[in-house]
């Protein structure tokens, strides 16, 4: 299976030791993730560093080189206890937000990015949750990729192309076919985790594709029996993570 990569909760302020000690790990392998990146972050829990003067230009420079940008919600502030229509959480920054408001926080936050120079049709939607108005209004606005669902491919539902992400890595790996997204969050990596996703990912290098490659991949059309079967998958992976957390 041909795995790409997605930095979730990038912002002047994140862990920046250890999105550079992943960064260095990438560009030993010459892979290029898709990074998301929050445009106006007011949630608490990603404050992790001083923020960086260069933060925007950094970015702008990433995208340049390959690496691929999304925008990855607004403010980052979970405000509904709604799953959405991908409920791998159940709660949200979009999901059960009004049409009109939704459309305000996506207008908003590609102001911010186009402010600085960079363009992007990928939506990374915080924990994952949003709704047919997010939907709605990420069209609107020239959205038509979301980083998200399960799916051994690309899919388009809803006038969208979805680009899965992994139900579980160590089964995805051992798959000979298809193509899914790594989920990284570098803020909540120690250096046993780290050394640990290093292997891992230098053990499977072969199966490592750039996020840029994984756009090119054709994509299939997902009917109501695919979504339908997505939506309790992502339940069933909401309840195992839950358990594990309660066995450690």
């Not at 399960?150 to 192309?161: D, L, V």
Request: charge should be neutral; charged fraction near 25%; aromatic fraction near 12%.
């Amino acid at each position: 299976m041909q795995i790409a990569i997605r930095m979730d909760d990038i912002t002047p302020d994140m862990d920046w030791e250890r999105f550079r000690a992943f960064k260095e790990i990438l560009d030993k392998l010459n892979i290029k993730p898709l990074i998301g990146v929050v445009p106006d972050n007011r949630d608490d829990n990603l404050h992790r560093s001083n923020a960086a003067d260069d933060f925007w230009s950094y970015i702008k420079e990433l995208q340049d080189n390959g690496w691929c940008v999304a925008l990855h919600g607004y403010q980052h502030v979970y405000t509904t206890k709604r799953g959405g229509l991908f409920p791998l959480n159940r709660f949200s920054e979009f999901a059960g937000i009004s049409l009109s408001e939704q459309r305000m926080m996506i207008q908003k936050g590609t102001e911010i990015l186009k402010h600085h120079g960079i363009d992007t049709e990928i939506f990374m939607s915080p924990a994952h949750s949003y709704d047919r108005n997010t939907l709605k209004a990420l069209k609107e606005f020239g959205y038509n990729k979301i980083t998200d669902g399960f799916g051994r491919r690309p899919y388009r539902w809803q006038g969208m192309t979805f680009y899965p992400i992994s139900f579980m890595l160590s089964r995805s790996i051992k798959k000979r076919s298809g193509m899914t997204t790594m989920v990284v969050h570098t803020n909540e990596i120690n250096d046993v985790k780290m050394k640990s996703l290093e292997e891992l990912l230098y053990e499977h290098s072969d199966s490592l594709i750039s996020y840029e490659d994984f756009l090119k991949a054709e994509s299939v059309d997902r009917g109501f029996f695919g979504y339908s079967a997505e939506y309790l998958m992502a339940i069933m992976k909401r309840i195992l993570v839950k358990l594990k957390s309660l066995i450690q």
